[in-house]
């Protein structure tokens, strides 16, 4: 029986998220798995000596890997996921993978003009952003429902040229203009009074958590030649060792930052808007997913996310997300 993976990588929090979604998305198709676990790596090794750290693909077939990457990775989803599928999938990359893992937002018109095939070619792209110019939005050309420096677009509706962008890190080999410049790297601490002196923000941190559950790990991704911090992010799960929880506080992101409706892959048609919470430190947006929720707030112009996949209960979220206490800088 063929097995198959995306690769994605589980020390930051943001992919493994992202990651969750084309799971979700793919209908039971496709699991994902992290590139740190070594069994994982060791397969990488046999099939594809001299690996690069970037997204692929894992096939298992018995006693046969294959590892597709580039090109042929999106090729592939797209024959096996279908076309509306993998329009889904490029949808999440849009919507997730742009602000918080470097997608170049210069070729967000791609999912409007290309169709499925093109959109997935943001998949390859995760780690390469080239920030543009915004330019003011003008009243006919606005769309969607700017709330709490949100902007809830409905489904399916592309990227306005007006919102602002801004750079993120790339984090895997990457070449071409400003790439040195946005090169960045995730470092990782064992408590999270590590990352105080090292912010200008504050965190959120859970003061209730749910039983056997203790702090993974803290970490901050960061661009290495300037030294500015990207975003900070806290894992939470049990002896597992999962992330299970995550709370992410990001000070560079879209302005205002998108936000388009989730699918479930039973209902493919069915968009699921996000919903609008005041449980949140600042009013903010509720977005369910295959596991859990996904939380976002904005405060102080810095944005944060809540993922949680270890309770399928609204109000084991709400519970929690009452407990954050805010962490000053």
Request: one cysteine or more; glycine letters at 10%.
């Amino acid at each position: 029986m063929k097995r198959r993976w995306l690769l994605y990588d589980s020390g930051c929090s943001a992919c493994a998220a992202l990651a969750r979604e084309v799971e979700a998305l793919s209908g039971g198709r496709l699991g994902v798995r992290s590139l740190r676990e070594p069994e994982v790596q060791a397969l990488l090794n046999r099939a594809r000596p001299g690996w690069r750290w970037e997204p692929m693909l894992l096939e298992v077939d018995g006693e046969q890997v294959r590892v597709y990457a580039g090109l042929a990775m999106r090729m592939w989803l797209l024959r096996v996921l279908g076309p509306v599928r993998a329009w889904r999938v490029a949808q999440a990359v849009a919507r997730l993978g742009g602000p918080v893992l470097g997608v170049d937002w210069g070729r967000r018109r791609l999912l409007q003009q290309g169709g499925a095939l093109a959109g997935l070619v943001l998949l390859g792209r995760w780690f390469l952003f080239r920030s543009q110019p915004a330019s003011a939005a003008s009243s006919s050309e606005l769309e969607g429902e700017v709330w709490e420096g949100f902007l809830l677009l409905p489904a399916g509706a592309p990227l306005p040229a007006w919102v602002q962008c801004a750079p993120a890190p790339i984090l895997g080999e990457a070449e071409g203009p400003g790439a040195e410049d946005l090169r960045g790297e995730t470092r990782a601490y064992e408590r999270w009074e590590d990352l105080r002196p090292l912010l200008q923000f504050p965190l959120y941190v859970p003061s209730i958590l749910p039983p056997g559950f203790q702090l993974l790990g803290a970490y901050l991704t960061v661009f290495r030649k300037s030294g500015e911090v990207f975003s900070a992010s806290l894992a939470f799960g049990d002896a597992r060792g999962e992330p299970l929880i995550q709370v992410i506080a990001q000070p560079i992101y879209p302005k205002p930052y998108p936000v388009w409706p989730v699918y479930f892959p039973w209902a493919p048609e069915t968009p699921i808007p996000p919903e609008k919470v005041f449980f949140t430190p600042t009013p903010g947006l509720l977005l369910p997913s295959l596991r859990g929720y996904n939380t976002l707030w904005i405060a102080d112009g810095v944005l944060y996310l809540l993922i949680t996949v270890h309770d399928r209960r609204r109000e084991g979220i709400v519970q929690l997300a009452q407990s954050l206490q805010r962490v000053p800088k």
